[in-house]
């Protein structure tokens, strides 16, 4: 079956810009979980949504946000982009809403570039 | 505060040769679950094994072992028979309640993990 799909897969934007990434999780997956990695902050948790509802969220300032929608798909913005959002981002789904038991299935991440 | 550790940046193995990466956390939740990730220089990061805090036995997923080991706080992969394929970056990654009640997964810095032919 297909895996968690993210589009765009590159991306380079202007300072102050905005951007919304997509994800689609695997078909079946209700839980979609965002993540920036960096090489000087390593891998962290910007949110996680399931069955549309924000359930956990990390410390990022307000200018990053998502949504999930009925089909499970989700979207994250980031408005007024800085040099510093320059990152890969990654999406990850999870079948069930077991909080600790459940393993996460990553896509292939976007890769932003702010310039 | 959660936390999860890695101290080796990298790690050189011979092909066919077992390794063992480390990883120790840190949560006061007694419930939490336990995972490594591989993430090669595709950027995709790939599920490799997971341990649940009360499960009594260490998992296994092919070639690939999880030492637990709960009173030290210590959850180390340990690939057997290594392959060229398996050099790539590898997270040691904890679910588990924060103090504020939310679960916000946690991710180590990684190993890199070079085989050598």
């Known amino acids: 079956k297909a895996g968690v799909t993210q589009t765009p897969r590159y991306l380079i934007k202007t300072r102050g810009q905005q951007v919304t990434l997509s994800c689609s999780p695997i078909s079946g997956h209700r839980s979609v979980s965002w993540y920036q990695q960096t090489p000087g902050q390593g891998l962290q948790f910007l949110f996680e949504y399931f069955s549309e509802t924000q359930r956990n969220k990390g410390n990022f300032p307000g200018r990053f946000s998502g949504r999930q929608f009925s089909n499970s798909r989700s979207e994250m913005n980031v408005s007024t982009l800085e040099l510093g959002d320059s990152a890969l981002y990654l999406c990850?789904?999870?079948?069930?809403?077991?909080?600790?038991?459940?393993?996460?299935?990553f896509g292939q991440g976007t890769r932003l570039t702010v310039v | 505060a959660q936390k999860i550790t890695q101290t080796q940046p990298g790690m050189f193995v011979q092909e066919k040769e077992a390794v063992t990466l480390d990883c120790t956390y840190d949560t006061s939740d007694p419930s939490y679950g336990l995972f490594w990730y591989k993430q090669p220089s595709s950027g995709e990061m790939i599920f490799l094994i997971y341990q649940g805090s009360y499960d009594q036995q260490n998992a296994t997923e092919g070639r690939y072992s999880l030492n637990f080991q709960k009173a030290r706080k210590s959850a180390n992969l340990v690939i057997s028979a290594s392959q060229l394929g398996d050099s790539a970056m590898y997270f040691c990654a904890m679910r588990a309640a924060s103090s504020g009640g939310s679960y916000i997964p946690t991710f180590g810095r990684g190993t890199s993990l070079i085989v050598h032919p």
């Open positions: 990850a789904s999870r079948k069930g809403g077991g909080y600790v038991n459940t393993e996460a299935f």
